[in-house]
């Protein structure tokens, strides 16, 4: 005994001196320095206008109406890339036509995981280990009230983790009220399924004490927010028919579908990499996840008769991808694994596809109507 505890200690100042470094080497770090790479060059005036002359290309026809606002591209970021609103003159200047910030939470959380992101090259797939990062509500208030732009905001919602569930609307709340004099829209993020202590609330009952709040205190204010409802990929085909049906029933504006799943098929050819992290909790997000979302969406817009506005997301890394999910039903779709991997010339690339896409589909349609 007396020898086996100098040998824990010798262990963890190891462990103390070689963490730092295996974080270098981690994919948490690679995407830190990417973000702070595009911090700097969005605040230099000559970096962003470097950006917007980039990524300036024709898309006359990927412009929409929808949720009573004006999109200029209906392909967005999703959230998860910009959890504080750090970024959001710079995803303008990349082309998007929406940000989605996020997942926000009252209060600043860390991950309980380092590293929490690992990359899955060959499935071009992420998956996330742990709690959402977030700098708190009222730093991402800070950010994001200097914005003055063209780009779509949207504010992702969620309770901190060390909120009870019984607790959650009131986390919910705390956020809606400061933020609605800065958001367009809001997320509420009830797929919260990343940690080990996932929060992905099913019930009726559960959500409409989330969401009666919001719409309460929505109704007393002289701007109108929609408020949409951001869906699991695991929920069983009945569960999103309730989704479906509460957005129905209520005021609430739309759907996002999906978020990350904590399932692990599609990985064919990720086996070692996920043996290496072992039965680790986390959210999966990228290419696995397509047909699922796929589905998901088709069956809200079958169910809801196409009346309601869907963004859609999940596996979403080219034009014909893109073009799939608006075709399945999504008025919007948003893209953050694509993104990270290939940053803005993927975008550039789907924006054009989609654009060309959409023109040939609208000639076809008059050259139809003509006939």
């Not at 750090?86 to 309980?112: L, Y």
Request: glycine share 8%; charged share 25%.
């Amino acid at each position: 005994m007396c020898d086996y505890v100098p040998t824990l200690n010798r262990m963890s100042a190891i462990d103390s001196i070689l963490n730092p470094i295996r974080y270098i080497f981690s994919d948490d770090f690679t995407l830190r320095v990417a973000q702070w790479r595009l911090a700097l060059l969005s605040r230099i005036p000559m970096g962003l206008a470097l950006m917007r002359k980039r990524n300036t290309i024709p898309t006359s026809h990927l412009s929409l109406e929808a949720f009573g606002m004006k999109f200029p591209s209906r392909i967005g970021l999703g959230a998860g890339y910009d959890r504080n609103g750090e970024f959001v003159k710079a995803m303008e200047a990349t082309g998007f036509g929406f940000i989605e910030i996020g997942t926000i939470t009252p209060k600043p959380q860390k991950s309980d995981t380092a590293p929490a992101l690992h990359r899955l090259e060959n499935d071009r797939a992420l998956l996330y280990c742990g709690q959402t990062q977030c700098d708190g509500v009222e730093r991402v208030i800070e950010n994001i009230k200097q914005y003055r732009g063209n780009i779509i905001v949207g504010c992702n919602i969620a309770k901190n983790d060390s909120t009870a569930d019984d607790d959650a609307p009131q986390d919910y709340l705390r956020l809606f009220r400061p933020l609605y004099q800065y958001a367009d829209y809001f997320t509420v993020n009830i797929a919260r399924n990343s940690s080990a202590k996932p929060y992905v609330p099913t019930n009726r009952d559960e959500i409409m004490a989330i969401l009666t709040p919001l719409f309460e205190f929505r109704r007393g204010q002289n701007q109108y927010r929609p408020i949409l409802l951001k869906i699991s990929p695991d929920l069983s085909d009945e569960q999103v028919d309730l989704m479906t049906d509460i957005m129905i029933d209520t005021p609430l504006d739309g759907i996002v579908a999906c978020a990350g799943t904590v399932g692990r098929h599609g990985l064919e050819n990720s086996t070692s990499t996920v043996h290496a992290l072992g039965r680790k909790a986390g959210a999966l997000s990228g290419a696995p996840l397509r047909e699922r979302a796929l589905e998901v969406v088709r069956r809200i817009h079958d169910r809801a008769q196409g009346t309601y506005p869907i963004i859609g997301c999940g596996g979403i890394s080219t034009a014909d991808d893109a073009l799939a999910m608006l075709e399945a039903g999504a008025s919007l779709v948003q893209v953050t694994t694509e993104y990270i991997y290939n940053g803005e010339r993927s975008i550039r690339d789907m924006r054009a596809g989609l654009n060309e896409r959409l023109r040939k589909a609208q000639q076809r349609q008059k050259s139809d109507a003509t006939e």
